[in-house]
């Protein structure tokens, strides 16, 4: 049974910048695309940046510029730099592991950023 594990989420003032971390585990991490959702209250959850196999990047528009997608496919990690943050990037944060149907979500992580 696979696993996804995040990390790093927090409490920080617009402008600031926080690192997530997402462990994986029960899984072939090197075939999987990777990504990081958010949902705010009362809202859909949203793609925020995904990291193929390959390494290849995708950012939704709000955070391009902002945010950088990792992987380190030695440590079964996926990371989410986030710099320059605004209070409408609060949101819980969730890791997802996909490959064809196959798909696995993290528990989540709180970001909450202040005005």
């Known amino acids: 049974q696979a696993h996804l594990v995040e990390s790093g989420g927090g409490l920080v003032q617009s402008g600031g910048s926080l690192s997530l971390s997402c462990a994986a585990s029960g899984l072939v991490f090197g075939i999987y695309t990777m990504g990081w959702y958010r949902q705010a209250p009362g809202q859909q959850r949203q793609l925020v940046a995904v990291v193929s196999s390959s390494g290849i990047t995708s950012y939704q528009d709000a955070v391009k510029d902002r945010f950088t997608i990792s992987r380190d496919n030695a440590r079964n990690t996926v990371y989410l730099r986030m710099n320059s943050l605004k209070p409408e990037d609060t949101a819980v944060y969730y890791c997802?592991?996909?490959?064809?149907?196959?798909?696995?979500w993290g528990q989540g992580t709180q970001v909450t950023v202040s005005s």
């Open positions: 997802n592991a996909r490959w064809s149907d196959v798909n696995y």
